[in-house]
C-alpha cells in the first residue's frame, strides 16, 4: 500500500493551466498517481496508509527560490523555517558571483571575510570542503548524515574563481590565468553545478571584462547550464548593463538568467517596459532568457558593497586600510556623494535610504534599524563621517536595506512570461529584509489574492514549473504522476506573508503542509524534524566533448 493519499486537494499544478480537484496518491518520494474529480466520479478511490484532508486548499509544486543566500543557512540550522515555512523545497545558492565553492585556503579565508554580511563569519560551520563537488556532498550530508531541511542547487560563483587564479587586482587575466579559471569551471560543472553567477558590482568578479566572461560561459554552455549575473548596474546604467548580459551570453551561446531584474533609483522609475521590450526582442531573436524579482521594493545588501570598485581592490583587509587613512577617505566620499560609485550603480548615494539591517559586532546594535542619516543626526557627524566608523567598527560585516524601488516596476516585471521568484534573502543581521522569510506567501497573498496582479495558476507556474525548466529539471516543478513529491498545500484565502520590516523574522500564515521527497517537513503548520533536503546536482553531460 502507498505511504500517502492527499484527498479532494484543488491541485494547481505548476502548468499555468487551471485547476482541478483529484487525489494524488504518494510513494516513495514521488507523485505515484493522480485521480481527478474522484469523489464525483464515484469510482474507487485510492488508499494509503496515510490520509490527508486536503478539502479547501491548494496543492500545488514546491517552490523553487531562484536566488538564496543560504549557503552557510542550510548548515548551520536544520529547522530552517525562513524557507520551509514558506513552501520552498528548493533553493538555488552560490548566487552574485561569490561563495566558498572552489576555494584553497587561502581564498576560502578572504571570502569568509568578504561575504560576513550575507552568511556570518561561519565560526560554527566546520568547511571541510574545497570543490563544488565536496560542498554538494556535504549539503546531501547535512546533519549527522541526516541532510537538510530543504533542496540546494549551486552555482559556481565567478568572482570566488577570479579570485582563486588572478586574486584581486583590477587588470585582465593573462592567458594561464584564464585557462585556470575554464578549468575551474567545468570541475564545477562536471562535478554538479547548475551553472555560473556572477557580482559585476562586486570585487573581485567586477575586474573581469566582457571577453573573459564570455569565455567562461562558453563553458557553462557546453554542460547545458545557465549564467546567472548581477549584472554591472541596477542605477544610472541598468538598461545597458541588461543589453550588455543579453550581448555576451548571445556571444557565448549560453543561456542567461537575470537576477533579482530590478529597475530601481530615480532614474528609472517607470522604465519597466523599456527593460521587457528589450527582452522581447532577444527571445524572439531566438534567446534562451529568463530572470528572477523579489515581491518588495528596497534591495538588500552589504555596507561596503556601496564603496567604488577601486577602494576595495585588494580585498577585505585594503579596504579597511583604505578607510582608515583620511586622505583616502576623503576620495571614497567625494565619489560615493558627488560621482556615483559603481559600487552604488552609478548613482549618488542618499544616506536617507541606506538602513542598517545587521551588523557582526553585536555591541553596534544602535545602527540598526536606523538610516545612516538619522544616526548621523543623532551622533552630530555627517553621514560619511558615520558610514566610515560603522565599516571600519563592524570590520565591512554591516548589512543594509537600500530604499530606491518603484512599486510599478516591480508589478511590470513580475507579469512577464520567463519571470521566476526570488528571495535574495539575506537570514544575517538583527532586522533583514522581510522578503528572507516572506517572498513566496507574498507573492500568493498580497499579488494574487489581494491585487489580482497575477492569477493563482500564472503565479503557481512562475514559482515552480519555470525555474524547474530553467535549472533543467525534468522532474520536478509540476504535479504530475512520475515527478518528485515536492509539494505545497497551501490555503489561498489565509496565505500570507507574516514577515514586515518591523518584524522580519515572522513566519507566513496559511501554508499548513510542506512535503519534500514525499516526507513532511511542515505538518499542522509546524517544522517537523524533516531532513530530506538534498544537493540538486546537474547531470555533467558535455555538449562538446571535442572542445580541447
Known amino acids: 500500500m502507498e505511504e500517502l493519499v492527499i484527498r479532494d486537494a484543488d491541485v494547481v499544478d505548476g502548468s499555468g493551466e487551471p485547476s482541478y480537484r483529484a487525489d494524488v496518491v504518494v510513494d516513495g518520494g514521488r507523485i505515484v498517481s493522480i485521480v481527478k474529480e474522484a469523489a464525483a466520479a464515484g469510482c474507487q478511490r485510492p488508499e494509503a496508509r496515510r490520509e490527508l484532508d486536503a478539502e479547501g486548499l491548494v496543492l500545488s509544486p514546491g517552490f523553487i527560490d531562484m536566488h538564496a543566500h543560504s549557503d552557510l543557512a542550510v548548515l548551520r540550522d536544520p529547522d530552517h523555517s525562513a524557507k520551509a515555512a514558506q513552501g520552498v523545497t528548493l533553493?538555488?545558492?552560490?548566487?552574485?558571483?561569490?561563495?566558498?565553492?572552489?576555494?584553497?585556503?587561502?581564498?576560502?579565508?578572504?571570502?569568509?571575510?568578504?561575504?560576513?554580511?550575507?552568511?556570518?563569519?561561519?565560526?560554527?560551520?566546520?568547511?571541510?570542503?574545497?570543490?563544488?563537488?565536496?560542498?554538494?556532498?556535504?549539503?546531501?550530508?547535512?546533519?549527522?548524515?541526516?541532510?537538510?531541511?530543504?533542496?540546494?542547487?549551486?552555482?559556481?560563483?565567478?568572482?570566488?574563481?577570479?579570485?582563486?587564479?588572478?586574486?584581486?587586482?583590477d587588470r585582465e587575466a593573462t592567458p594561464q590565468e584564464l585557462d585556470r579559471m575554464r578549468q575551474l569551471v567545468a570541475e564545477g560543472m562536471e562535478q554538479g553545478a547548475v551553472g555560473m553567477s556572477s557580482g559585476l558590482t562586486y570585487t573581485p568578479g567586477m575586474y573581469a571584462k566582457d571577453a573573459e566572461l564570455t569565455e567562461l560561459c562558453r563553458v557553462v554552455a557546453e554542460y547545458d547550464g545557465y549564467y546567472c549575473p548581477h549584472h554591472r548596474s541596477y542605477g544610472a546604467g541598468a538598461l545597458e548593463a541588461y543589453e550588455e548580459m543579453v550581448a555576451l551570453t548571445r556571444e557565448a551561446g549560453c543561456a542567461l538568467h537575470l537576477a533579482h531584474a530590478t529597475m530601481n533609483f530615480g532614474v528609472n522609475e517607470g522604465r519597466a517596459p523599456e527593460l521587457l521590450s528589450l527582452l522581447d526582442q532577444a527571445l524572439a531573436a531566438g534567446a534562451d532568457i529568463s530572470l528572477d524579482t523579489y515581491p518588495y521594493t528596497p534591495g538588500c545588501t552589504t555596507l561596503v558593497a556601496m564603496l567604488p570598485s577601486w577602494a576595495s581592490e585588494g580585498g577585505p583587509e585594503a579596504v579597511l586600510k583604505r578607510l582608515a587613512d583620511d586622505g583616502t577617505a576623503e576620495r571614497i566620499r567625494h565619489h560615493m556623494e558627488v560621482v556615483g560609485a559603481d559600487g552604488c550603480h552609478g548613482v549618488p548615494i542618499e544616506w536617507d535610504t541606506i538602513e542598517i539591517s545587521g551588523v557582526a559586532d553585536a555591541g553596534l546594535g544602535d545602527f540598526v534599524g536606523r538610516t545612516i542619516l538619522q544616526s548621523a543626526r543623532a551622533r552630530g557627524e555627517t553621514p560619511w563621517a558615520t558610514a566610515r566608523h560603522l565599516l571600519l567598527a563592524d570590520r565591512l560585516g554591516s548589512t543594509i536595506l537600500q530604499h530606491v524601488g518603484h512599486?510599478?516596476?516591480?508589478?511590470?516585471?513580475?507579469?512577464?512570461?520567463?519571470?521566476?521568484?526570488?528571495?535574495?534573502?539575506i537570514l544575517q543581521g538583527t532586522k533583514p529584509h522581510p522578503r528572507a522569510y516572506g517572498t513566496f506567501p507574498q507573492y500568493l497573498g498580497r499579488y494574487v489574492r489581494e491585487l489580482g496582479v497575477l492569477s493563482l495558476e500564472e503565479c503557481v507556474a512562475h514559482l515552480t514549473s519555470?525555474?524547474?525548466?530553467?535549472?533543467?529539471?525534468?522532474?520536478?516543478?509540476?504535479?504530475?504522476?512520475?515527478?518528485?513529491?515536492?509539494?505545497?498545500?497551501?490555503?489561498?484565502?489565509?496565505?500570507?506573508?507574516?514577515?514586515?520590516?518591523?518584524?522580519?523574522?515572522?513566519?507566513?500564515?496559511?501554508?499548513?503542509?510542506?512535503?519534500?521527497?514525499?516526507?513532511?517537513?511542515?505538518?499542522?503548520?509546524?517544522?517537523?524534524?524533516?531532513?530530506?533536503?538534498?544537493?540538486?546536482?546537474?547531470?555533467?553531460?558535455r555538449r562538446n566533448a571535442n572542445r580541447q
Open 407 to 425: 512599486e510599478e516596476n516591480v508589478r511590470a516585471i513580475m507579469r512577464h512570461r520567463v519571470h521566476t521568484g526570488g528571495s535574495d534573502g
Open 91 to 169: 533553493e538555488v545558492l552560490g548566487q552574485d558571483g561569490l561563495s566558498y565553492a572552489p576555494v584553497d585556503d587561502r581564498t576560502l579565508a578572504e571570502v569568509r571575510r568578504a561575504i560576513t554580511g550575507w552568511n556570518g563569519y561561519g565560526d560554527d560551520i566546520d568547511f571541510d570542503w574545497r570543490s563544488v563537488g565536496e560542498y554538494l556532498d556535504r549539503l546531501d550530508h547535512g546533519f549527522d548524515g541526516r541532510g537538510i531541511a530543504v533542496n540546494a542547487a549551486y552555482l559556481i560563483p565567478q568572482g570566488t574563481v577570479r579570485m582563486l587564479a588572478v586574486g584581486w587586482e
Open 466 to 541: 519555470r525555474p524547474a525548466a530553467r535549472l533543467r529539471l525534468p522532474d520536478r516543478g509540476l504535479v504530475r504522476e512520475g515527478y518528485k513529491a515536492d509539494l505545497v498545500l497551501f490555503d489561498p484565502q489565509t496565505v500570507a506573508a507574516g514577515a514586515t520590516y518591523e518584524n522580519p523574522r515572522t513566519l507566513p500564515t496559511g501554508i499548513p503542509y510542506v512535503l519534500v521527497d514525499g516526507r513532511f517537513v511542515i505538518a499542522d503548520g509546524r517544522r517537523t524534524d524533516v531532513l530530506a533536503g538534498r544537493a540538486v546536482r546537474r547531470s555533467p553531460v
